[in-house]
């Protein structure tokens, strides 16, 4: 297969007003789990499953989340497939950040207006870990093992493959 550079996620869309099911041109995959809170209907029919507080609700959550990547596979939907991927990898990264600092404060101060719903530190210092919360760390797991589960599944990196070859252009 040939390598496809990656398209860029657009923060400069207007989300609230988009629906990338009727635009898939405009869905970029991006790194990571950039668009998570934003790319509709995606988000809104997702997010209300995503929870990670300790390990049973996370698996319950996970296993919910995992059953749509996979429906939205069986649709060839691969948006909504991506979004159920990176919500799995939210769940582990949020999991991880709550387990290594109390309240998930992982940067000192308040994210600026130009950088809300992107990551990353955007200037400001990072504060000291504290001792692993062993109950976050369990749902980090089961998250993750999910997210794994997601990314590597071969029917999704087909669509992936496809996607990118018809709107990586």
């Known amino acids: 297969m040939k390598y496809l550079s990656m398209k860029k996620f657009d923060y400069s869309l207007n989300y609230k007003e988009l629906d990338l099911r009727k ?13 998570v809170l934003l790319v509709e209907p995606y ?3 997702i997010l209300p499953y995503w929870r990670f507080k300790n390990p ?7 296993e919910k989340i995992y059953e749509l990547f996979l ?9 909504g497939a991506d979004m159920a991927r990176k919500f799995l990898q939210m769940g582990y990264t949020r999991s991880r950040r709550y387990a290594n600092y109390k309240g998930g404060r992982k940067y000192k101060g308040a994210v600026p207006d130009d950088k809300k719903g992107q990551s990353g530190s955007h200037g400001r210092p990072q504060l000291e870990r504290q001792q692993e919360d062993p109950i976050k760390a369990e749902s980090a797991r089961i998250f993750k093992e999910k997210w794994f589960l997601a990314k590597e599944n071969e ?3 087909k669509q992936k493959a496809a996607f990118q070859e018809k709107y990586s252009k």
Request: charged letters at 35%.
């Open 23 to 35: 635009n898939p041109e405009l869905y970029a995959v991006g790194k990571g789990e950039q668009g």
């Open 43 to 45: 988000k809104s029919e």
């Open 56 to 62: 049973e609700i996370a698996k319950k959550s996970s």
């Open 71 to 79: 429906e939205y596979l069986e649709k060839n939907d691969f948006i």
């Open 155 to 157: 029917e999704y990196l």
